[in-house]
């Protein structure tokens, strides 16, 4: 057989800062894993780049005991109709006020959290969290009953059996209909495995939970597939609205989606 080797080089210049052979080791390591990050291949070490490799280890230790510290918290995002103007519900959005360091951006952590698997135990407390608030809300007046919260969930997640048992469980406590639960799943991340997506999703369906693939249209994904999933809604992503008007070329393929 033939096999074909890639490879990936990072560079630290010897500088008088330095004061073991370990430290430009340490540097040069720190660029190749920037390399492989980036698929560059070959990467020259920079002071920032041993700042992101630092900033990202420290938030890999520090977010298991995220949860215990009671740093985490849901925000709630509302959701309009267009119809009418009412409420609808509410998108469920994770945020990290670190102890320390304040807030952390969601585009800083939710890539280590899903990378190292911390996203599973995480999405589960959200999913307790979410269920009671909108339990809690819809109790609050017989106008609230028809609510919803919409929840991100992890491609990594679906492809775990345990997240039927979380959704269930998340459901009972709180006394929540499943019809008031909306899960949203990347249309990257459905497409992945897209037989295991398939196969998840019908499952979730079938507790009565609605379905959602959250930005549309960046996700290469194959039409013969997502006629299979079996969701209730499909959000357009940004990149597609955000330059329609009336002579915005995007607004034909907004109305081809629709």
Not at 62 to 80: D, K, T, V, W
Not at 144 to 162: C, E, M, P, T
Request: glycine residues 6%.
């Amino acid at each position: 057989n033939k096999i074909n080797i890639g490879i990936n080089i990072g560079i630290a210049p010897c500088l008088p800062s330095y004061e073991t052979p370990e430290d430009i080791l340490r540097d040069a390591d720190i660029a190749m894993h920037h390399a492989k990050e980036r698929g560059s291949g070959v990467e020259m070490f920079s002071p920032n780049l041993r700042s992101r490799f630092v900033q990202r280890a420290q938030i890999e230790a520090e977010l298991p005991f995220a949860i215990e510290r009671g740093e985490l918290s849901m925000h709630y995002q509302p959701l309009i109709s267009l119809k009418d103007g009412s409420l609808i519900g509410f998108e469920a959005l994770l945020r990290w006020f670190h102890s320390d360091r304040g807030f952390i951006p969601p585009v800083e952590f939710i890539p280590v959290a899903e990378e190292t698997g911390h996203i599973i135990p995480i999405t589960t407390w959200i999913l307790k969290e979410t269920c009671a608030q909108l339990a809690r809300w819809q109790k609050l007046s017989y106008a609230n009953r028809q609510l919803i919260v919409s929840v991100n969930i992890s491609g990594k997640h679906l492809s775990y059996q345990s997240l039927l048992v979380d959704v269930e469980m998340a459901l009972e406590s709180a006394k929540l209909s499943p019809s008031s639960l909306k899960l949203e799943i990347t249309e990257s991340a459905a497409m992945e495995d897209a037989e295991q997506t398939i196969r998840m999703l019908s499952h979730l369906k079938s507790l009565g939970i609605q379905l959602s693939i959250d930005d549309f249209g960046t996700g290469y994904s194959s039409l013969s597939y997502l006629h299979r999933l079996p969701v209730d809604t499909l959000k357009i992503d940004r990149s597609f609205v955000n330059s329609v008007g009336e002579n915005g070329e995007d607004s034909a393929i907004l109305q081809t989606i629709i």
